[in-house]
């Protein structure tokens, strides 16, 4: 369901009145309804701006920001590794609304982005109907789904329309998208170690050649265009470049490791 968005003159007061016979006066009088979340896909920077300018709702999801942020603040410094520019939804708000720079789109579309940018964009509609008259804790809907990463939002509806929970909702969908990334990088530093170790192997047995040859092979014929496809055709980013890297990692350590075992056939010659 939609509702069209006011746009507001003062704090938290309307610029005119509703029509009569509206959806919402409708849905007031008793006619059920549902809300349906959507998941990623659709840019949710210029919606959630939308949101905020039109219904004057800046106070309150810096509020939702704010929570989100002390209840990450532990493991901040982890985040980073995954976001080193952070999450600043606010600012890009404002910036889109008065036509300046925000974040490129493949930025915004990355996970530790767009998981819990969409899910502020919901929430801010979520309010956006309540200041329209549609309270969904006044007036519950009949159901409730989500798809994707939209059933985060419909705990803000269960949980008292978005004004209970919502900075723990927004803190959880912010380790959500940051997790592809750090347990990325998690999964490449074996992988890399791996390589060294089967690198140091070769060279051990005298074979440079092969080392050298598949250093190239794993970095700069597969890793390096792996790593561009995931992380901007294929649109995963930073968790991208890494699993990029890591198929090119892999790559190379598959080719160490045969020669290797190739090696250690031979019959060993007393020198």
Known sequence: MTVDHIRTGQLGTASGSRPSGTLTDRIAAGEPYAISFGGQGAPWLPTLAELVVDADLEYRIGKYVD??????????????????????????????????????????????????????????????????????????????????????????????????????????AQLIGAAGTIVAAGIFMPVAGAMSVAMGALRGAGDMGTAMAAYALGFLIVGVPAAWAFAFPLGHGAAGLIFGLMTGVGAALAVLVARFRVIARREVRRL
Do not use: C, M, Y
């Open 67 to 172: 929570a989100a942020e002390r209840l990450i603040a532990p493991v901040a410094g982890k985040l980073a590794i995954a976001r080193p520019d952070g999450f600043h939804p606010l600012t890009w708000v404002r910036a889109h609304d008065a036509g300046d720079e925000v974040p490129t789109d493949i930025a915004l579309a990355d996970a530790t982005l767009s998981v819990p940018g969409v899910l502020l964009a919901q929430l801010a509609a979520i309010d956006a109907l309540a200041k329209q008259g549609l309270d969904t804790t006044a007036i519950p809907p009949t159901s409730v789904v989500g798809h994707s990463q939209g059933v985060l939002a419909t705990e803000a509806i269960a949980n008292d329309g978005a004004g209970v929970g919502a900075g723990v909702l927004l803190a959880l």
